[in-house]
T-cell receptor, first 113, second 108 residues
Framework: SAVISQKPSRDICQRGTSLTIQCQVD?????MFWYRQQPGQSLTLIAT?????????ESGFVIDKFPISRPNLTFSTLTVSNMSPEDSSIYLC??????????FGPGTRLTVT | AQRVTQPEKLLSVFKGAPVELKCNYS??????LFWYVQYSRQRLQLLLR??SRESIKGFTADLNKGETSFHLKKPFAQEEDSAMYYC??????????FGAGTRLAVHP
């Protein structure tokens, strides 16, 4: 298993600003993922954070809006840029282990006013 | 299009009653299907996956390729089963597609 922590756990931000969310894992992992869960909706994959290469974004998500860093095998950051109220969501980090099992962080609850 | 559908937002049952949380999927290929659960104030965690054919906390789920379903079942619900349940499939490389989720409420 993997233990994942995220910072901050929640934040309230003004529109037009940016927030960087950190994800720390207690072991080295190859694949890290970032998901978004908008209010009342399911989880949607934003991107896969690859160590040593650029993140791979899913349809509808772009690097300018959600830049991701993956400096090593235990850490990643997701930035939500130029925020609007529509970005109010829970952002979750997860890591993929073998056998297709994923472990999720506790999430970062973002409110944009 | 790859999709996971959970038709019920809320399923409310009494303790001891049978439970079935529905999940249907569309996927071109051989899917890997999972049930994830989120208890109150806890993080999302894997409950079971179809490939292992196991029973976890009394829950089972059978993949029915003909009906493209992966319903989660438990013969006798317990109050501690109250949680949010998400059906998910993987597109490969661990990328998960989640359903909208079903909230299970088990009443005493």
């Amino acid at each position: 298993s993997a233990v994942i922590s995220q910072k901050p756990s929640r934040d309230i931000c003004q529109r037009g600003t940016s927030l960087t969310i950190q994800c720390q894992v207690d072991s080295q992992v190859t694949m890290m993922f970032w998901y978004r869960q908008q209010p009342g909706q399911s989880l949607t994959l934003i991107a896969t954070a690859n160590q040593g290469s650029e993140a791979t974004y899913e349809s509808g998500f772009v690097i300018d809006k959600f830049p991701i860093s993956r400096p090593n095998l235990t850490f990643s950051t997701l930035t939500v840029s130029n925020m609007s109220p529509e970005d109010s969501s829970i952002y979750l980090c997860s890591v993929g282990q073998s056998s297709y099992e994923q472990y999720f962080g506790p999430g970062t609850r973002l409110t944009v006013t | 299009a790859q999709r996971v559908t959970q038709p019920e937002k809320l399923l409310s049952v009494f303790k001891g009653a049978p439970v079935e949380l529905k999940c249907n999927y569309s996927y071109s290929g051989s899917p890997e299907l999972f049930w994830y659960v989120q208890y109150s104030r806890q993080r999302l965690q894997l409950l079971l996956r179809h490939i292992s054919r196991e029973s976890i906390k009394g829950f089972t789920a059978d993949l029915n390729k003909g009906e493209t379903s992966f319903h989660l079942k438990k013969p006798f619900a317990q109050e501690e089963d109250s949680a949010m349940y998400y059906c998910a499939l993987t597109r490969g490389y661990n990328k998960l597609i989640f359903g909208a989720g079903t909230r299970l409420a088990v009443h005493p």
